[in-house]
Structure formats: structure tokens, C-alpha cells
């Protein structure tokens, strides 16, 4: 046995870490944040695609985009903005303040704009991971102890499969790729899909085009907006169950009375928290619900009864996520909207044409028509003995609490599998996930660990209380949606088993008995029977 060899470092030295953080949206500012507050031995890199922060909310500038999740819930609970214009934020009002959140905390200075990654590569020998970029033209690698993908899965757009949709001459354009120089006023419009930003999309057209053919095949639920109660009960006075736009008094009130602005956000939370009670079938909770969606529908269907018939699904509220929709129905039975069920068959240079024959000419098409909602990177990542991530998760994508792979030692992600919520706010479970990355680079900073990787064990028992879970819910029903990888039926894969409550308490203490460890310490030969050790 070797002898044993002293550290020459005081006890309170912390391993130096140099982390890369892929992303510089919501989650890839937030982990910045934190890190830098928690972690002051690392040194951050983040990358970003596009020249500024806001990933979703820059990348996205179509007509009506906003938030279905109310304002106050929707932020950083470390820095709460009292004066949001209404309950739903528009997006370029959430863009505003993600940015000015990066200016206030100079996140900027710790970006790399416009540089895409191209591939990252586990060093065994040097346990850590080799990240090739790409700025410019120019190819550029550089080494990270930690790598944290922040990129998310709804990023990487896509058109619908249209034969002759890209020999049209008129105006082509995908929701996620907005031309904000376009006037759409007193034109024919085509608006393909039945998804939330197309919800978001036609009230907006509606207002301006002389036509709008809006073409959907797909069933959905349109619910009131998440939160309204909260508004009506916490704000005197009659509010509309639409965007309520708030008076300067209310502002002013939230500004001033920092206990009064607290309890209408805490208020709002416990609504949206109670959707998630709506998610299992055949309760009050959800029998009520369900009934309430069906009334408001038809109400405001009324005019056109038969686009109700024509978009009731066959499957609950919550199979696919509910959406709230201001205006959305209101605008469907307009003059000037025209419902169409049948499949679009083809597109020639100035019409839509659909399966029961009819030709409608328009002079530009809209397609929000989604995502390609896999889970994969947009990049290699290559892991321990040559593992592919994309082969480990060519069947479907799993990731042990949504945040770490085995095979793939100090690689972290936010927005992986399982990390959404089909009520409440996002960020709350986002944040919870920050927190988890955060303690375990503090960990591996303050006991100069190596490498920390999760075992097979504990992904394997995550896949087994999914397993089942899910299936004492909606969301396994027959509807096509993100949350089973954009198939009907398929495991689901996009949302976090159980509440955002649920989410936030197990995320809260990591069970470090999860992962194997390798250390820097030349005395620690670590767990020997973890698979993650440094060789």
C-alpha cells in the first residue's frame, strides 16, 4: 500500500472548477446567478446561438406571443418585478426583464454570442470535458470541469411535411421565425395548426387581414386563463377572465406594500397549483374542470357551433397541455376567419389546396406548427468508452430527476426529460433544478471531487416511479402532444411526475448516495463500485 500523502492545501481551499453553461435563456442566466453566488471558485463560460439572451423569448416575435403562466408567478423568485403591464406578459415585456435581469447581474460579460456547439467530448485520462465551438467560421476548443446543457427542447422548429409548401411565392413564415417587417393588414392569410402559439397567433390576424383560413387537424381544449380567480379574489373591483391589464393604483400598490404583493403572488400559485389535482381522471377535481372548459367553449362558440364539434377532443383536459386563450375563440367565429378540418394535400405558388378539393388563395402562410420536442442536444456528446448520448437515448430520453445521465460524468441539464409541469410555473421547477446543480458543484468544489456521475440504480427506480405514475393520470390517453416526444402513444417524456410542489421538495436535498464520486485526493480510491470512477 502507497504511502499516504499529505494535501499541501489549507482545509478551506476550494477546487478551482472552470464550468461551461450551454444557453442563455431563462436557465442558463439563472444557473450564471447562482453559481457566481454560490460556487466563487468557478469560472463560467456560457455559449450562446444567437447575439443576445432570452433563448425562447428572443427567438420568438410573433403576434400575441406571451406566457400562458401569469406574470408574477413566471420570474425569478430572487428578483421579483412588481410591474408587469398585465396578468399575461407579452413576450417582448418577458424579454425585457430576462435582460435586464443579465445587465443587473452581468451575466452578459460571461457570454459568448453567436458561437453554436459543435461537439463535447469526456476526456477520461484529464476528467473533463473537451467542447468544440463554432464563432463565425472559425472552430474553437476549449476544456470545462462541468458542463450544464441549458438549451432546452423547444428550440429547434419545424415546417410541416406540405408537398410544394416551399414553391409558394407569397409570404412563407413559421411562428418561431417571425419576419417583424411583414404587414399582414388587408391580406389573405393561412394560418396551419392548432397548437398554443397559433391560439396566440389568430386573434392578432383576425384585427388586420381582410381573410384568415385557419387549418387544424388536431383537437384541443382552451381553457380560461391559469390564475384568473386569484386577480378577481386579490384585486377589488370586476375583472375580465381574459389579460387583465393592471391600473397604475394596482401597480402602485404592489410597488409600495411589499406584504400585500407577496400574498397576490402566493394567492396565484395556489391556483395553478390546484390545476394539477385536475390531472387525474375521473375525480371532482377534474369531473368540475372539465365541465367548466366545455361551458366557456361553447359559450363563446356560439356563433359557429359547429367548430365546437369540429375541436372537442376525445381525450380529457391535460392529455396535452391545456391553453389558455384570450381571444382565441372570439376570433374563430368572426366573418373573416374561416375553420378548416380537412388536411392540407398540397400548396402550389399561390393557394392552399385541402383533401375535400377546395383551392383558397392566400397571399402568405403562417406555420406554427411546433418543434422538433426530442430531447437530444443539438450537438455530439460523446461520454464515457465512446457513449453516445444520442444512441442512450435513441429509444427514449431519460435522465435521472431530469438532470444527469449516467455514462456522462459532470454533465448536467435544465429542461432535460421529465423536467416540465403540466400546471404551475416552469421556473419554480427550473430554479429547483438550479439549486440541485449548484450544491453539487459546491460539492465538488469543497472535497475536490473529480468526477460525480449518477449510477444506473437510482435512474432505473426514477423510470420505475414514472412508470407508474403516469398511468394514474390523463396524460397516457390518446392525444399527440410534447409531452410523449410528439407521438400519441409513447412514453411520456417531457413532464416532471407529479406537481411543481412535488418537483421543488425532491429536488431540495440531493440524495448524494445516487451518484458515484472520484476525487482529486491521491488517498481516495472513492466507491469501487460505482461505474463512474476516474480509471
Known sequence: MPPYQLPSRSVDTPRPLRIAIIGAGVSGIGLCIRLRQYVPSASIQIYEKNADVGGTWL???YPGVACDIPSHVYQYTFEPNTQWSKFFSGGAEILKYVR???KKYQVREKVAFETKVLEMIWNEREANWTVDVEK???????????VINATGCLNNWKWPQIDGLHEFQGTLLHSANWDESWDYSKKTVALIGAGSSAIQILPHLQKKCDQVHHFARGRTWVSEPFGSVATQRAIAGDKDSGNYPYSVEELKKFRED?????????EIERYINLDHSCLFPDTPAAIGSKQRIIENMKLKLAKKPEIY??????????????TPGPGFLEALVEDNVHFTTSPITSVTKDSVITADGKVQRVDGIVCATGFDTSFNPRFKVTGRDGILLSEQWKEFSSAYLSLAVPNFPDFFVVGGPNSATGGGSLLIIF?????YIVKAAQKMAREHIKTIEVKQKPLNEWEKYMDSYFPTTVHLEGCTSWYKAGETYHRVVGLWPGSSLHARRTLEHPRWEDFGFGYDDKNSEGEKENPGMVR
Open 136 to 146: 463565425h467560421g472559425k472552430k474553437l476548443v476549449s476544456t470545462f470541469d462541468i
Open 59 to 61: 427567438e420568438n416575435r
Open 309 to 322: 364539434n369540429a375541436i372537442e377532443p376525445g381525450f380529457r383536459p391535460g392529455c396535452r397541455r391545456l
Open 258 to 266: 411589499p406584504e400585500f404583493y407577496w400574498t397576490y403572488r402566493k
Open 431 to 435: 430554479e429547483s433544478i438550479i439549486g
Open 100 to 102: 435586464d435581469v443579465a
